[in-house]
């Protein structure tokens, strides 16, 4: 049940904060590198993927189990995101 609270916690913290980033970058003009819509979709598959990871990390916590899916999901993240370049 702890798990099922931390990673329904989880889910609502990252929903609720790129929501607020979204609604921020729609009124404050971007003082950085603009984002392109390809690196935003990217980035969404990224976080997708981890959020995917880490409910599977939670359902079954134990340190081998969390470095068998971290590891390979670290690769993949870096590997998707590399390609933007």
Known sequence: MRYLLVLITAIAQ??????VNQLLGKLV???GRIISRK????RSWVRTIWLVAGTLMLFNPVPPVIM???LPTTFLS???LDEMR
């Open 14 to 19: 990252i929903f609720f904060s790129t929501l």
């Open 29 to 31: 003009q971007p003082h």
């Open 39 to 42: 690196e935003r979709i990217k």
């Open 68 to 70: 068998i899916i971290a």
């Open 78 to 80: 870096f590997m998707i």
